[in-house]
Antibody, heavy 117, light 107 residues
Framework: QVKLLQSGAALVKPGASVKMSCKASGYTFTDYWVSWVKQSHGKSLEWIGEIYPNSGATNFNEKFKGKATLTVDKSTSTAYMELSRLTSEDSAIYYC??????????WGQGVMVTVSS | DIQMTQSPSFLSASVGDRVTINCKASQNINKYLNWYQQKLGEAPKRLIYNTNNLQTGIPSRFSGSGSGTDYTLTISSLQPEDFATYFCLQHNSFPWTFGGGTKLELK
C-alpha cells in the first residue's frame, strides 16, 4: 500500500537549517509530484511547493522561495525539504503529500520542527 | 493568490445531524476544489476531490458540490467519528491555497 514515511521531529536553533525526508513506498515514485505543506500551531495549512522526481522540476509558493529547497533521491524513493535561516515563524508541522492529477491523496505523518535557542 | 474563505470556523452539531461547510474562492477555481478531514495529531485525509468526487473508502454520507467561486461539503448524517476539522483546498492555480478550517464539535 502507498506510504509516505517522514523523518522525526527536529529541535533547531534560530538561524540554522533543517533537512527533512519523506520516503515513498507502494507506488512508482517518479510518477507523482511530491508536495510539502506547512501547518503552524493551531492554524491552517500552507502549500510550500512541489517537486517532480522524474525531472526535478519544481513549483513554489513565492512566500517560501529562498526558505525551502526541494530535492529527491530517486534511488531511494525519497524526497527532501531543507528549510534555511530558521526563525520562530518556521516552527510548525510539515507534511509531504503526493499528487498526480489532483493533490493530496496520501500524506506523510508530519514532522514537527521547533525553532528555539 | 486565490483566497479561500471557509465558513463557519466552528460548528456544533449532534450525531445524526446534516451539516454543510462552505468555501468561497476569491476568483473562479473551475471546480478544482478538494476537501480534507483532519483529526487531532493526524495528517489530513482527502474526502472529496475536484468538487464532487468521493475519495475511495470514504463513506457516502460525505458529498461535495459547487462551481465557480462557491463550494460546499455536506455530511448527510453525522457519525461520532466525523467530529474533526475540515479544510478545503483550491488547486486551480499556484500557489494552491487552503481555507481556514472548520472545527466540527459535538453539541
Amino acid at each position: 500500500q502507498v506510504k509516505l514515511l517522514q523523518s522525526g521531529a527536529a529541535l533547531v536553533k534560530p538561524g540554522a537549517s533543517v533537512k527533512m525526508s519523506c520516503k515513498a513506498s507502494g507506488y512508482t515514485f517518479t510518477d507523482y509530484w511530491v508536495s510539502w505543506v506547512k501547518q503552524s500551531h493551531g492554524k491552517s495549512l500552507e502549500w510550500i511547493g512541489e517537486i517532480y522526481p522524474n525531472s526535478g522540476a519544481t513549483n513554489f509558493n513565492e512566500k517560501f522561495k529562498g526558505k525551502a529547497t526541494l530535492t529527491v533521491d530517486k534511488s531511494t524513493s525519497t524526497a527532501y525539504m531543507e528549510l534555511s535561516r530558521l526563525t520562530s515563524e518556521d516552527s510548525a508541522i510539515y507534511y509531504c503529500t503526493r499528487r498526480r492529477a489532483t493533490p493530496g491523496d496520501y500524506w506523510g505523518q508530519g514532522v514537527m520542527v521547533t525553532v528555539s535557542s | 493568490d486565490i483566497q479561500m474563505t471557509q465558513s463557519p470556523s466552528f460548528l456544533s452539531a449532534s450525531v445524526g445531524d446534516r451539516v454543510t461547510i462552505n468555501c468561497k474562492a476569491s476568483q473562479n477555481i473551475n471546480k478544482y476544489l478538494n476537501w480534507y478531514q483532519q483529526k487531532l495529531g493526524e495528517a489530513p485525509k482527502r474526502l472529496i476531490y475536484n468538487t464532487n468526487n468521493l475519495q475511495t473508502g470514504i463513506p457516502s454520507r460525505f458529498s461535495g458540490s459547487g462551481s465557480g467561486t462557491d463550494y460546499t461539503l455536506t455530511i448527510s448524517s453525522l457519525q461520532p467519528e466525523d467530529f474533526a476539522t475540515y479544510f478545503c483546498l483550491q488547486h486551480n492555480s499556484f500557489p494552491w491555497t487552503f481555507g481556514g478550517g472548520t472545527k466540527l464539535e459535538l453539541k
